[in-house]
């Protein structure tokens, strides 16, 4: 594994963390959550799988 990917596992698992925990403190409803997981899983899929 290239350290290119694995700063983006890094990434987007932080992303998501960050998101969770927004939504935990209410700051962040669950559409929003659901869409920052989605987006962050699409973009790690993409990036992931074509380098």
Partial sequence: ???A???LILTSVAVTVVA???YRQRALGRNG???VI???A???AAMFFTQ
């Fill in 42 to 44: 699409a973009v790690f």
């Fill in 33 to 35: 959550l659901v869409t």
């Fill in 20 to 22: 969770v925990a927004l």
């Fill in 38 to 40: 989605a987006a962050t």
């Fill in 5 to 7: 990917k694995l700063g």
């Fill in 1 to 3: 594994m290239t350290e």
